[in-house]
């Protein structure tokens, strides 16, 4: 903490962003990101030396540190279970940032006018074919990716109901199913997870 409180200095540079197909690795500078955006901070310690840290933002225009650290909720992270509270949905949904399929919480946008509330609902049914039932809480913003990211989620806790559904979007490549606790030990040994999802899932196999 004390680290963070001798920012002086501060300076924004937003980067071009690069573009590179999984085979090419020619950088394509100029382009235009449509959802994240980079920039550099660069910052004075408080032994005179000058560090400069990559981070990218759903914000194309961060101009204060305030808006470092990002006030407003970017996405939702929906973690719903039946409603006997005998099963958890997790979606296997293919990343391609990994290039793998990877277990995770159903998630997405916030969309302008929405209350995570609502986006949780839109999320949960564009991904899964679920309906939200109830909302039984809600946390308050937190990082999802703090190391390189300011982006926030709200995490919208409650219970789910219905038939499953392919997702309504054909760029994602989503495998909705409800979970039992055993079945999320089994999986908690060998499957690749979103560390959020992997955490909460581990805490919850373990209620019973």
């Given amino acids: 903490m004390e680290f963070m409180k001798i920012?002086?200095?501060?300076?924004?540079?937003?980067?071009?962003?690069?573009?590179?197909?999984?085979?090419?690795?020619?950088?394509?500078?100029?382009?235009?990101?449509?959802?994240?955006?980079r920039y550099n901070l660069t910052y004075t310690t408080k032994d005179n030396k000058k560090k400069v840290y990559e981070m990218i933002s759903r914000n194309r225009n961060i101009d204060s540190e305030d808006q470092i650290r990002n006030p407003k909720t970017d996405g939702v992270v929906i973690i719903m279970t039946d409603e006997d509270d005998e099963h958890i949905l997790l979606n296997r949904e293919f990343r391609m940032a990994v290039d793998d399929y990877v277990y995770n919480f159903p998630a997405g946008l916030v969309d302008a006018g929405e209350t995570p509330e609502q986006a949780a609902a839109r999320e949960l049914r564009e991904e899964t074919g679920l309906e939200l039932v109830k909302v039984e809480d809600k946390l308050i913003n937190s990082y999802s990716a703090i190391g390189f990211s300011n982006e926030t989620n709200v995490v919208v806790i409650g219970k789910a109901k219905g038939r499953f559904a392919p997702s309504s979007s054909t760029l994602e490549e989503i495998q909705a199913a409800w979970y039992t606790r055993q079945q999320i030990r089994e999986l908690l040994k060998n499957q690749p997870f979103a560390a959020r999802s992997q955490a909460y899932c581990y805490m919850w196999s373990k209620q019973k």
């Fill in 7 to 37: 920012l002086i200095n501060l300076m924004l540079q937003r980067l071009a962003c690069t573009n590179k197909s999984y085979a090419d690795t020619k950088n394509k500078a100029g382009s235009r990101c449509a959802f994240i955006n």
